[in-house]
């Protein structure tokens, strides 16, 4: 079978340590579909690259046919079916959130004229280095080869952590809940809808009080990832790799009947929300692309909700203006 080229960017970092060896393992495209990895990380991350492609070769994967480690763009964007940008730089002590914008924006737009002239022509692009949502529009932007439809930002990490929450309260399997949704930016702007989620074909509203929906749930799930950082001292990496395979996952075998799953892509106008921000969206995938889900009634709490984190990527996209 011919092998699927995988790329991702930061591969010497701790995410891409918990991705790369499911991916090689048949954890992404399953037990019969053999994959080249193409690991692309900065320079002085060159010793550690080696390693990691030393420790997958030492696995003996029977899936895994090549590894490449690169710190070129193009070499490791070269023929690439799917691609995981997974590398940015991490905000430092003192650097504002606007200094972050800056110094992503620049590594995306190299990157985004990169994968323009080096990725398989229906490529699917997942961008889960912060800040996502802006960082894959201005990949998007600097890739005009490219169909937007082609690029998505991960917020199925806050997806997922509003699943489990859910279900926990409920005290249901995680698979007795449907139809979670995440709006926005993945950011603490984010809007965690369970107006039209339901638990066990129930609207999950009538399971659970409105008053712990607001008070608890919103503000737990829009800022786990600070909670996480505060406990182990770092950014969520195990359950940030596993939300990743599983978005892709969704892209490439689409959604089971009924459901849907939570993607940032470019917005075209639904729901009202500005167009060309990144914004994540209710979706369905079949035959590797996704659709809005378009019939959705928002009551004017959402509404406030979704304008809320609207205006918070207007801000980003206004920060990056130079670079559109
Ligand atoms: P690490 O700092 O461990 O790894 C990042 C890697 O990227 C490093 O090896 C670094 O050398 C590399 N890198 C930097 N600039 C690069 C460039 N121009 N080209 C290629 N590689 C480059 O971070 P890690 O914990 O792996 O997190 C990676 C990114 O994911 C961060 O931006 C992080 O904020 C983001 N996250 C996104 C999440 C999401 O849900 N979308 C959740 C987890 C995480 O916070």
Redesign the pocket.
Known sequence: MTPVRVAV?????????SLLFRIAAGGLLGPDQPVILQL???E??GK?LQGISLELRDCAFPLLEDVVVT?D?DE?FAGADLVFL??????GPGMARKDLLQA?AG?FA??GKALNRAVSKDARIL??????NT?ALIAIKNAPDLDPRQFA??????HNRALSLLAEKCRVPVTDVRRITIWGN?SATQFPDLFHAQVQGQAALERVDRGWYENEFIPVVQHR?ENIIELEG????G???H??IEHMRSWVFGTPGGDWVSMAVLSDGSYGICEDIVYSMPVTVAGGAFKIVDDLEINDFCREKLTETERELLQEREAVRALL
């Open positions: 960017t930061g591969a010497a970092g701790r995410i891409s340590y692309l990380d900065i002085p991350m550690v710190h763009a490791a997974v590398g940015a730089r991490p905000r992503n590594i190299e990157q961008v889960v280095g912060n800040p996502v960082n930002a991960m917020t199925r990490l806050d993945h990832g770092q950014s969520s990496a359950s940030a790799a939300a990743a």
